[in-house]
């Protein structure tokens, strides 16, 4: 399935703007399942997205946990929580 990345603040910095790719999985295509493959192709994928820091995501401009599931031509973006004060 074609799927668009965005990312933001730090891992923006760390990964750049985004990318439209291909993301196929064995299990089922959920924005937790698209995380662990992205993390996987190289270390400052690993570190942005699964370093000892939180990430947030959103799919379609919606807030959403890993477990929501994907469809072909989705957005999913990534990025640091935000605290106000």
Known sequence: MKITVRYFARIREALGPGEDLSFDTDGPATVGALR????????QHQTALHGDRAVRAACDQVMCDDDEALRDGAEVAFFPPVTGG
């Open 36 to 43: 662990d493959w992205l993390a996987a192709r190289s270390p």
